[in-house]
């Protein structure tokens, strides 16, 4: 790369790799991100945005939905993934190619080829809206990565460890931004932190957010 003393107001963006097996690929999805928005739309059409209910009966700040053959979803008896949407009774809406292109690209690009996700879960923030801290084993297939796409309001992304306890680091999460998350720190702990209110060209007061992951074996 060649570094360009005269273009301080254009930074290069670079591939951040967070710990062994995870990296943020900065604003690897932003030429397409005007595609996503229409295939997202059908999507929500289809499968609206829900506020689903924690198995502890706490009503989840962040609204979400979902496409590809398998949703994640969460009511009083747990976590887990369902070929059909519990609202409607009809299979989640197909996986978007453009979707399913860009999940793709941006996990070979960090060294795992040929992922075929099966499910996408789709995360809108509003302000204030936050995800605690968790780890992602809902998915039987753990060898593959999981791909997140970030979309519109910038968020802070807390980093964990092995275990909850573990400190955390903060990382700011932008527009466009693709992170890819497997090996050794896909059972890694994170979360975001509240969404802070701000305006966005692509999704206005909201953080969308796209996890991509192979449930099925
Ligand atoms: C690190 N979503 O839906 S994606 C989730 O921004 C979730 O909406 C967040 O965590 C969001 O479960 C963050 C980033 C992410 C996803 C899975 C991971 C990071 C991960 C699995 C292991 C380690
Ligand atoms: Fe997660």
């Known amino acids: 790369m060649t570094l360009d003393l005269f273009a301080a107001d254009a930074p290069e963006l670079e591939d951040e790799v967070l710990s062994p097996g995870a990296v943020v690929l900065r604003g690897f999805a932003t030429a397409q991100a ?4 229409d295939d997202l739309g059908r999507v929500a059409a289809a499968a609206p945005f829900r506020h689903l209910v924690t198995p502890g009966g706490l009503r989840m700040s962040v609204a979400m939905t979902n496409c590809g053959e398998l949703g994640w979803v969460s009511d009083r008896r747990g976590y ?7 609202d409607s009774g009809l299979r989640w809406p197909a996986l978007p190619d453009s979707l399913r292109v860009l999940a793709r690209d941006a996990a070979a690009r960090a060294g795992y080829e040929d992922f075929l996700p099966d499910a996408c879960l789709v995360n809108r923030y509003a302000p204030g809206a936050r995800l605690s801290l968790h780890q992602d084993r809902d998915e039987l297939d753990l060898r593959a990565p999981i791909v997140s796409v970030s979309l519109g309001l910038p968020a802070t992304f807390l980093w964990g460890g092995e275990v909850r306890a573990d400190k955390s680091r903060k990382l700011a999460l932008h527009h466009g931004d693709v992170a ?9 702990f994170h979360g975001v932190l509240a969404l ?16 991509f992951s192979k449930v099925r074996a």
């Open 80 to 86: 887990r993934y369902e070929p059909v949407d519990p």
């Open 180 to 188: 890819v998350w497997g090996g050794p720190s896909r059972l890694r």
């Open 196 to 211: 802070k209110d701000g305006e966005h060209p692509f999704a206005g007061r909201h953080r969308i957010n796209l996890t």
């Open 34 to 37: 005007s595609a996503l928005k």
